[in-house]
């Protein structure tokens, strides 16, 4: 039978239309086995790459076999609609972002389905829809009247690209994480969410979550960032109108060495303290330029810099006035902005006191150093823990035992005290863009913020709004924000900015229990009977933003009265990256495959088992064409002997089995078993595969498709398993075979078969012989052989004999099932 006959179109294009009629993939909502898999739901962008390819092949080879293991399996899909790249397609073609995404879904849901994954259609979603997006308008508003939700006067990062605020997870290396410009600080009204409130639940959650990466618990846990140590409130001299200055430290046994405060340009005291001093201008130009200035000109390693405000603290413990300066390499985003300076004990520290001539006074002793410690000295700060001098009554302490006694000091004196500090911040989540869901608020004159009522929700974006990329399209559009205050009646003014898409993203998989129930966000009996969800897919680089924002929202959720599991996601698996000639696959690299040009080429499956068989999921995966040409070939070489198989008389195995017969069946029966364990123990799909592909080179050594060498009803058999075995990955061969071999119905409609362990046994061992230590030559003896006939058939090998000829055998030693080495001169 030609190979030529292998037409994976055809087959696939047949198959998937087989599937959609019959609702091969609808979830079943009986049942006492269910079980969610969920990939990372796209952009749709408009086509799909082979990072897509890859995250949906692997979600889908993991529902096919729960599938057929016995579990009711939801694995629904849907799309990340909203966002920038939609209105920026919209601004350049003079269009509306609406039509543009609606269009791309069409055409990646056309691209999915060519690919054969297994979605429940019925559920689809797009975070674009009224439908949807209503109901995420409505926890916000329960979170607001909970006091979750807050608007204040905040310095945020701005993005002068997108013109937009980002979240600080959406700040990398100081530019924006979407388009690489970067970030500003600006002063903006804006929403934010009190994240910070579920700080500790969110990090001791983290140990509950056994099946998820320890890379993602690690990000998660270092984003959160638990510290403990001291809040110390300093006092300004010279000011009866300033507040006293909030600091946070994890090395309060130091306190008696600070010399100096050094305060964030961001921070809201800073202009104060500088016109209370008479520096107003050099202030205000150092923190003009810092609000341009690249996250890297404000790390631990650039260069040290600052200006002095003019002001004075008081040391709460000691008769010492504290210089207040401003310095580059303090951050707003982590404790509270102000940083207590001890040179001597803190390397940034000491490098600005150097370079400004500030004071450095030690006061700790580090172990095993009998020269006390001089400032004159030192080339660099001592950072280790040790024994304390110069520290007034604390003197001789332990660096432990003086955190806690310091702490217990500044309490008494109503100036500080031990404390808990998390890095984590609230989520900014207002964005000043048009294509997003408008946040549900009002603002009044005489009211104040408003929350629209539920009844007029959602609250929908005006369709004839003039995008241009400059300020936001809703902030300028003539009418839509002009209403009427649902309170007093009065004029008043819809909110103009938009969620974080994030926000879209943090609770979908709740919606896709229950896609289209009306009577809330989801339907708490379908959430408890699918929920948490159980195998999750997606990308690492999501840790610190989707990934913890989808945990909070539990939590949140939770405490606004609905019923939700503690957390949303069992298990997840973290996808390695795609990429060809050593660098990830990218346009501007020119490095990018179109799976659309592999799947018409080579077919679905060839694209599904290449990307499968490649490397390990979380692995990272180099393209290779001759790889993707090899997976072709195996697939046509499975189609020649499944056909051939198929052609031959559908008997019964006789009762007494031939030694061909025999090994057949071995290798038929330890493949199913080789893939069903690596498939149900961590999804090692390359294995897996490899142990089907070794299993056909005993298809090939049988004869099937030539001279058959073995019973009919062994080579069919032999086929039909790997029909089974191949269908997480290949699911329309897999299907075609199992049909052609006389399956009744889909393989998705039929239980995953068992291996026969029976089958699998060894009947016969291959033994090393060795003469002198050195290997003579290989025997095949039976299992359960003596060690007499063992020793026998060694001696008749014609290697061994020439070997032991005219010597005198001196001794005979045999391993049971290993090796025989005979000692002779």
């Known amino acids: 039978m030609s190979e030529a006959e292998y037409l994976p179109q055809d087959i696939e294009t047949k198959w998937q239309q087989r599937w959609h009629e019959s609702g091969a993939f609808r979830a079943e909502t009986e049942g006492d086995k269910p079980y969610y898999v969920l990939e990372m739901f796209p952009y749709p962008s408009g086509s799909i790459h082979m990072g897509h390819v890859r995250n949906y092949s692997i979600g889908d080879a993991i529902t096919r076999f729960w599938r057929r293991r016995g579990h009711q399996v939801l694995h629904p899909i849907g799309w990340d609609a909203f966002g920038m ?48 997006f209503r109901w995420e308008q409505k926890i916000f508003l329960e979170m607001f009247a909970k006091g979750i939700a807050f608007r204040s006067k905040q310095r945020v990062n701005w993005c002068p690209n997108d013109k937009t605020v980002l979240a600080n997870e959406q700040v990398s290396d100081g530019k924006c994480w979407r388009c690489d410009t970067v970030v500003e600080q600006r002063e903006l009204q804006a929403w934010s969410i009190r994240i910070t409130d579920y700080a500790q639940e969110l990090l001791d959650g983290l140990d509950e979550l056994k099946d998820w990466p320890s890379a993602v618990r690690t990000m998660q846990r270092n984003w959160i960032g638990r510290s403990v140590g ?71 390693n650039a260069e040290k810099r600052g200006v002095f405000t003019g002001m004075y603290a008081q040391h709460p413990l000691l008769d010492r006035r504290i210089p207040i300066y401003s310095a580059n390499f303090v951050l707003m985003d982590y404790g509270t902005g102000a940083v207590m300076a001890v040179p001597a004990h803190d390397q940034r520290d000491f490098e600005f006191a150097k370079k400004y001539d500030l004071d450095i006074v030690p006061v700790i002793q580090p172990a095993g150093q009998e020269q006390a410690l001089q400032a004159s000295a030192m080339s660099e700060a001592q950072t280790e823990v040790g024994t304390l001098f110069n520290s007034a009554e604390f003197d001789g302490l332990s660096s432990e035992e003086a955190k806690r006694s310091i702490a217990a000091a500044l309490e008494k004196a109503g100036t500080g005290g031990a404390t808990i500090n998390f890095r984590l911040r609230d989520w900014g989540i207002s964005r000043q863009r048009y294509w997003g869901a408008p946040i549900p608020v009002i603002n009044c004159a005489a009211c104040g913020t408003v929350a629209v009522p539920d009844e007029q929700l959602p609250v929908t974006l005006p369709e ?7 300020g936001s399209p809703l902030a300028n559009h003539a009418t839509w924000k002009h209403v009427d205050c649902p309170k007093c009646g009065a004029s008043a003014e819809r909110e103009t900015d938009t969620f974080d898409t994030f926000w879209q993203s943090s609770w979908y998989f709740l919606r896709y229990c229950s896609p289209r129930f009306e009577g809330g966000p989801f339907d708490e009996e379908a959430v408890a009977r699918w929920m948490p969800v159980d195998h999750y897919i997606g990308g690492i680089e999501h840790a610190c933003m989707h990934l913890l924002y989808a945990r909070f929202f ?167 398993l790997v029909a089974h075995a191949l269908f997480p990955f290949a699911p329309h061969l897999a299907d075609e075979l199992h049909v052609m071999l006389g399956g009744e119905t889909d393989l998705m409609r039929s239980p995953w078969p068992e291996h026969d362990e029976a089958a699998c046994a060894e009947s016969s061992i291959t033994v090393v012989v060795q003469v002198m230590g050195k290997l003579r030559g290989r025997i095949e003896v039976a299992l359960d052989a003596e060690k007499e006939t063992v020793l026998a058939a060694a001696k008749a090998e014609d290697s061994v004999a020439r070997h032991l000829e005219g010597k005198t055998m001196i001794k005979e030693v045999y391993v049971p099932g290993r090796l025989v080495n005979f000692v002779a001169r």
Not at 107 to 118: A, P
């Open 85 to 132: 790249p939609a209105e920026n397609a919209a601004i350049k073609n003079n269009s509306q972002p609406g039509p543009w995404t609606y269009n791309n879904i069409a055409d990646m849901r056309q691209q999915f389905k060519r690919l054969g994954l297994s979605y429940d259609w019925d559920r689809e979603l797009a975070t674009c829809h009224p439908g949807y």
């Open 554 to 720: 539990m939590k949140a959720l939770r405490d606004l009265g609905y019923k939700v599991p503690s957390e949303p996601i069992a298990r997840l698996t973290t996808q390695g990256m795609v990429i060809k000639d050593g660098a990830k696959m990218s346009k501007s690299k020119g490095n990018v495959v179109d799976p659309t040009s592999i799947i018409e080429r080579y077919g679905a499956d060839t694209a599904r088992l290449f990307i499968l068989f490649a490397a390990p999921p979380e692995k990272e995966l180099e393209w290779n064409d001759s790889a993707v040409e090899g997976s072709y070939r195996f697939l046509r070489r499975v189609h020649r002997f499944g056909s051939a198989a198929a052609a031959l008389d559908p008997v019964e195995l006789p009762a007494e089995l031939s030694k061909d017969d025999v090994t057949l069946r071995r290798s038929s029966h330890k493949m199913l078993r080789k893939v069903t364990h690596d498939l149900s123990n961590g999804f090692h799909f390359n294995t897996a595969i490899a142990a089907i592909m070794e299993h056909l080179n005993a298809v090939s050594a049988a004869g099937v498709g030539g001279d058959l060498k073995v019973h009919p009803a062994a080579a069919r058999e032999a086929m039909g």
């Open 464 to 470: 004839d709004a003039e995008l241009t990329g400059e």
């Open 230 to 300: 001291a809040k110390i409130s300093l006092k300004v001299i010279g000011s009866e109108t300033l507040e006293p200055i909030e600091v946070f430290t994890t090395r309060p046994d130091t306190f008696m060495g600070c010399t100096f405060m050094s305060l964030a340009p961001e921070h809201p005291m800073l202009m104060e303290l500088a016109r209370a001093g008479g520096r107003e201008q050099e202030v205000a130009a150092f923190v003009d330029e810092m609000s341009l200035a690249d996250r890297s000109a404000r790390g631990d």
